[in-house]
């Protein structure tokens, strides 16, 4: 700790984490915060002097002055200074710019890095700190030049080539090319045709224990390519007896998944919360850096998120351990710790995101967090507790039945034993397989009779587009980028418009495919998968301090350059990004409107301009139809005038305040509408918003199965809700009233 009337100074980046660090410091130290980075190269120019070994134009932030000073004052007053950024690279970088700006003497300057900020970390950091590590320090430098002199140069070539304002980089020129590429598989995707061939069962006695089995072939797996052999096999199968050949039971194991790290963070918080990379990396800062909690002061939750390591300390596997066997016994508990071996390439600076305290459960401090931070927090503590869990064990059956040398194969599978999926189980982006209802208890050589056969004719289905989660774990797999890279990555190919997030679907725009385009043409090297991951593993071999990062940087520039000067050379005619139609009339001409962009992002314009001039915002189609016209059903955005916050409301498509419209109706509603519909009208059903299970029911008011408002389940205003209370509360104390009025005196019959 700080001896006496010595004044010690600490820097982070963040108030919310200098307020935790201070609380946990204590009185000989004071805490400031620089607000992220204090110097950085400049906007208006390139900032780096190719030409002369990539010196580099560091300059103070805009804006950034009275932090900066502030800081200089703190310093030149404090004993020690620790620098305490981000325990990664770019963590250090900001501890290094800010020993050069604020010109911090070396023998009082010190780094310290927190996985997580709790008191014991922290006071053992403090305690045990080190010099800035340069290389850490350069391998973030390589890569900010390498970025600043991709974009940079390119850039300016896709405004001759295309138009202002596109970028380029090495991340997000690959990201695009990727769900450019998927696009070009949906695209040129032939469907195939097969079929499947289901067989209803059942057994002969005590003629008891239907159930469907399919088809599998002969002595191996067959595909059924054509109605042809599908009637072949059936016309066989008619005339002959189904026996049972083979009945198979045994206990399958499924062992829980890893604990996080940045990428399967992003993947699961995109498919179990709908969060986006940005904001779960956003969210995940704030429960680091520390949440206030109720008798606790602010307390940091979860331990440092940008990570790709599996590793977890053994105190925190201890401890989850006896809190596991405490909570849900000893055999939810495989006796020792799991141990999980990082991918191939990992750094693993850092542990696997966990929470700073097991014994900190979501529902202890629930009231303490936001919606957001609970249902991170939760995500985070809940795949960490499992990782250290039992197995869960399946029952699993597999009967198999023949007839006319054809076998048909049925399968149930039971959770026998939970074990870890009592607290959490994997999403997944692609339905989990279904299993049938549980079979009959049968026995080798058992006859069974033949209900019914059913033949189905399928056809292949093209590849799914990438969503926000299976581009970060493919960007992972190919070995591009870092997981400081994926969310900003993501969040500048959507603002650049290269792709559209279409439901959770990411889909490559025209201008996305023009550029990516371009750039396969005039830089294949940038685009390219392997040399991209190729230069990802040199910017490590920088940290580690195998690589100088000013030769890293001339033996890309090189080539690089002799590909910049030969587009320059070869710009031509300018590229005219074709329009991209929807399936949206004009409802003043018919024509179909065209995706155009604005200062507020994009919308629908009629192609007719200047003739027509029509524009409206970008609308997703629903199922069903509009009960009243039988127009299609739109999912439309307005603000509100009283607390100006954003809702959501469905409308038919000729919904229109024009007086000239050919139609108009004026449906809408907050309800959502569903696929199904009502199985007494045939109208479209609906259901409430929002998230959880809603029975979707009928808003025909002539249909006999028509659901009033009243019983709707919808949310009650406070105003409404209080004056029903009131009125409750009237009437109960009238009955108490009643209730303890003395009863008449009987009188006594004489």
């Known amino acids: 700790m700080a001896t006496a009337n010595k004044q010690n100074l600490v820097i982070v980046e963040s108030p919310a984490k200098a307020k935790t660090i201070t609380k946990y410091l204590g009185p000989g130290y004071e805490v400031k915060a620089s607000m992220g980075h204090v110097r950085d190269l400049p906007k208006s120019k390139i900032g780096v002097d190719v030409d002369h070994g990539f010196a580099v134009d560091y300059q103070p932030i805009a804006g950034k002055n009275d932090v900066i000073n502030d800081l200089k004052r703190s310093a030149k007053k404090s004993d020690k200074i620790f620098l305490a950024t981000d325990p990664d690279r770019e963590g250090e970088a900001i501890s290094w710019h800010l020993k050069e700006l604020l010109d911090l003497p070396d023998d009082k300057t010190y780094r310290v890095t927190f996985n997580e900020i709790t008191k014991k970390v922290v006071n053992e950091s403090i305690a045990a700190p080190r010099q800035i590590d340069m290389d850490l320090v350069d391998a973030q430098q390589a890569r900010r030049v390498l970025d600043r002199v991709v974009g940079y140069q390119i850039s300016p070539f896709l405004w001759k080539k295309i138009k202002r304002g596109l970028s380029a980089g090495r ?164 006796g020792k710790p799991r141990v999980y071996k990082a991918r191939e390439g990992a750094q693993d600076a850092h542990e696997a995101i966990r929470p700073s305290s097991v014994d900190l459960t979501p529902e202890d401090i629930k009231k303490d967090l936001t919606s957001e931070q609970y249902r991170l927090y939760k995500l985070i503590w809940s795949r960490f507790l499992a990782c250290q869990m039992s197995s869960a064990v399946y029952d699993s ?97 959507e603002s650049r418009e290269y792709v559209v997030k279409e439901g959770k679907y990411l889909r490559s725009t025209p201008l996305g495919e023009t550029v990516n385009m371009v750039m396969k043409d005039k830089f294949p090297d940038i685009v390219d998968y392997t040399f991209t991951a190729q230069m990802e593993e040199k910017l490590d071999h920088v940290e580690q301090g195998e690589e100088n990062w000013k030769n890293l940087m001339k033996g890309f520039y090189g080539d690089f350059s002799k590909e910049l000067t030969a587009a320059e050379a070869d710009v031509g005619e300018r590229i005219k990004v074709p329009d991209e139609v929807s399936e949206e009339p004009c409802p003043l001409c018919g024509r179909k409107l065209v995706f155009k962009s604005g200062k507020f992002g994009r919308f629908l314009a009629c192609p007719g301009w200047p003739e027509c001039g029509h524009t409206q ?27 100006g916050k954003p809702y959501t409301y469905y409308a038919c498509e ?25 199985p007494t009208c045939g109208q479209t059903m609906f259901k409430l918003s929002g998230k959880g299970a809603r029975k979707p029911f009928c808003i025909n008011e002539s249909c006999p199965s028509f659901l009033p408002e009243d019983k709707r389940g919808y949310y009650k205003k406070k105003d409404e809700a209080a004056g029903e209370k009131k009125t409750a509360a009237k009437k109960t104390t009238a009955k108490k009233t009643a209730a303890k009025k003395p009863a008449a005196k009987k009188t006594a019959k004489k």
């Open 617 to 643: 915002p970008i609308v997703e189609q629903m199922p069903g139809k509009c009960p009243k016209c039988g127009g299609r059903l739109l999912k439309r955005t307005g603000t509100s005038k009283k607390n």
């Open 397 to 493: 059956v597999t009967i198999e039945a023949v007839s006319a040398g054809y076998r048909f194969r049925a399968t149930h599978s039971a959770v026998k034993f939970a074990g870890y999926m009592a607290v959490y189980v994997e999403g997944k982006d692609e339905e989990d397989e279904e299993f049938q209802s549980p079979l009959p208890d049968l026995k080798e050589g058992e006859s069974l009779d033949l209900r019914d056969l059913k033949p189905q004719q399928h056809f292949t289905q093209p590849p799914a587009r990438y969503t926000e989660a299976s581009l970060i774990k493919a960007l992972e797999e190919k070995g591009i980028g870092r997981p400081s890279t994926y969310a900003p990555t993501i969040s500048t190919i």
């Open 171 to 334: 991340v997000q020129s690959v990201a695009t090319r990727l769900v450019c590429e998927r696009e070009e598989e949906i695209r040129a995707f032939q469907a195939q045709e097969y079929w499947s061939l289901d067989a209803d069962l059942e057994r002969v006695r005590p003629n008891i224990g239907r159930f469907t089995a399919q088809f599998y072939g002969k002595e191996k797996k067959e595909e059924l390519k054509s109605e042809a052999e599908v009637n072949a096999i059936m016309a066989a199968v008619k005339t002959a007896p189904f026996q049972v050949s083979n009945v198979k039971r045994q206990d399958k194991q499924r062992n829980p998944a890893p604990p996080f790290t940045t990428s399967t963070l992003q993947q699961e918080a995109s498919r179990k919360l709908g969060m986006s990379p940005r904001k779960t990396m956003a969210v995940a800062q704030q429960l680091y850096e520390g949440v206030d909690i109720t008798g606790e002061g602010t307390v940091g939750l979860i331990t440092y998120m940008r990570t790709d390591s599996l590793r977890l300390s053994d105190e925190a596997t201890a401890a989850a351990g006896r809190f596991i066997t405490a909570r849900y016994g000893r055999e939810y508990y495989p």
């Open 654 to 678: 000729f919904v229109t305040r024009r007086e000239d419209a050919p139609r108009q109706c004026d449906f809408m509603t907050f309800d959502v509408p569903v696929e199904q519909n009502c």
